[in-house]
């Protein structure tokens, strides 16, 4: 299995990203025009209690196995690796089929007593199949991260979308007759068909090109000595054991620190119904709102996040290889371009969203309704792009008590603020987008700070002013275009010749200070090639 490289890792993981992203946006478009706001609104209740049980099985168990495997794959122990999958997949497993049966057995409790709309039942009930199949595809992706081998992740990722989008809208589409309730059923219904494919594909990979690798490695033409066998055997017993225990203390933090998250995901679709209700919101039209926001506005703001996530999820293996040597410049390096990618990729698409939020939402969704919320939040989006490999590197770093502290504390501060804004009349739903922007905007500030006391990471100031600059004169030039300089009569190609002509106009920006260089080209095997 070859090894990739942390950009490569990382446009590997990029490249799927982007097209799963693209791709998710077909259902989110063509799911409201199918089964409406409250539809989406059913199924975005129902999903927050998947996200936590889900955190619980395989929150901190893959990231780990990532972090085992690039530390034994680079001391050149394979069979460790594979021990170490063995043991993941009987933790993940075990817990995945308990999970699914206590789901199952208090879905009616859920959705009645808990929720403040009892036709989530059926979406609930709907998605429980899943929680041990993702469990199983969790630890997969985790071996092949930890392998540095990003392929088999980026291809399953993308089957599984594929065969997601499909099913997702043929069954809310037959089911709609029977009501919208049914129909938010078989949106999810249809998830778990691609979650299906997804793992089965993970499965296909690792069975034939794992494999097939173990057996060249035994072939009599390998240039490596027979393996003692009887030493090994002897030994595996006890490493067997040392390795569940590893993988219990990596994975307990980093588990507690996404159920902090995902807690306070799921409280903030419970609060935030509840707290619109004293605002004096009726059930229906709660839902629609929160479905608005969770459905529509939220995906949108986290499209050019993909990148982000990628880098996230590369960092794990490659800083995990850094700190066992202890090599603070490599750490440092990593991380400044990770921020900066980070930063520097994520920036014009929030100025998109805030100059464009009627036009796109009016694209998109075929209505302006939620363009005031994205609005609202596209200029803090930059602080949702930086989170995630932040969060990674205290990971990486042995560090998942600091991050779970600072997710902690946003956690509470944005549950207050629900409760405190959601509940008047003259905020509603504008009361959570405040909650959510100070969680984002705390957490964020908080993991940045951890980070730059453990390793003593200097922060460029300099190149935030040139983003900041570079933002601002980009959103003015493509205001300027799209109101001034009339290129089309429909609205979307107006549209999209503005943002390509800010787009362009903020790389180029870009380029002139310094935030991109041609050595950074360079980095791109595709380029390069080219080049």
């Not at 991380?335 to 100059?355: D, S």
């Not at 790389?507 to 200070?513: A, E, K």
């Amino acid at each position: 299995m070859r090894k990739q490289s942390f950009i490569q890792g990382t446009l590997i993981l990029l490249a799927a990203g982007i097209i799963n992203r693209m791709l998710g946006f077909i259902p989110r478009i063509i799911l409201p025009r199918v089964i409406g706001a409250e539809g989406v609104g059913l199924y975005q209740l129902g999903y927050p209690f998947f996200i936590v049980l889900i955190t619980i099985i395989t929150g901190g168990i893959p990231l780990a196995i990532a972090k085992m495997v690039a530390e034994a794959e680079g001391e050149g122990r394979p069979e460790e690796s594979r021990r170490i999958l063995h043991s993941g997949l009987a933790l993940s497993l075990g817990l995945g089929v308990f999970f699914t049966l206590l789901a199952l057995f208090s879905a009616s409790w859920v959705s009645n007593v808990i929720l403040t709309d009892s036709r989530v039942y059926y979406t609930f009930v709907s998605m429980t199949p899943m929680i041990a199949i993702v469990a199983v595809s969790a630890i997969y992706r985790g071996y092949f991260q930890g392998r540095q081998n990003m392929v088999p992740s980026a291809l399953s990722s993308v089957l599984e979308s594929v065969i997601r989008i499909v099913f997702m809208l043929w069954f809310s589409w037959l089911l709609l007759p029977r009501g919208v309730a049914y129909a938010a059923a078989g949106a999810m219904l249809g998830v778990t068909v691609g979650e299906i494919v997804g793992m089965l594909a993970l499965l296909w990979q690792y069975y034939y090109i794992v494999k097939r690798d173990k057996k060249a490695d035994l072939s009599p033409t390998a240039n490596t000595p027979a393996p003692v066998e009887n030493p090994e055997k002897t030994a595996a017993p006890a490493k067997n054991h040392s390795i569940f225990k590893r993988l219990i203390r990596i994975s307990v933090p980093v588990t507690a620190g996404r159920l902090v998250g995902s807690f306070s995901y799921l409280l903030e679709s419970i609060i935030t119904a509840r707290s619109l209700a004293l605002a004096g919101i009726a059930t229906a039209a709660a839902t629609a709102q929160y479905g608005s926001l969770q459905g529509m506005v939220i995906p949108l703001l986290l499209l050019p996040g993909v990148l982000s996530s990628s880098l996230a999820v590369s960092l794990v293996p490659s800083l995990s290889e850094a700190s066992a040597r202890r090599d603070l410049p490599t750490i440092h390096k990593r991380m400044h371009q990770a921020l900066r990618l980070a930063m520097v990729t994520g920036a014009p698409f929030a100025a998109v969203m805030y100059i464009f939020a009627v036009p796109l939402c009016t694209l998109m969704y075929g209505n302006a309704d939620t363009a005031p919320m994205l609005r609202m939040m596209a200029p803090f989006a930059l602080f949702l792009y930086v989170q995630a490999p932040l969060q990674a590197a205290l990971q990486a770093m042995e560090r998942p008590g600091r991050a779970l502290f600072n997710t902690l504390i946003g956690a509470v501060v944005k549950i207050a603020l629900i409760l405190l804004l959601a509940s008047q009349p003259e905020y509603g739903i504008y009361g959570a987008i405040i909650a959510i922007i100070v969680n984002s905007i705390l957490v964020t500030m908080l993991h940045g700070y951890s980070l730059v006391r453990l390793i003593s990471l200097s922060i460029r100031l300099a190149d935030l002013l040139k983003i900041l600059a570079a933002m601002i004169i980009m959103a003015a030039g493509m205001s300027y275009i799209y109101t001034s300089v009339p290129i089309a009569p429909a609205q979307w190609a107006q549209f999209l010749f503005a943002a390509g002509s800010g787009m362009a106009l903020y790389f180029g920006i870009c380029l002139l200070s310094g935030l991109i260089s041609i050595r950074d080209l360079d980095r791109v095997p595709f380029i390069k090639k080219r080049r």
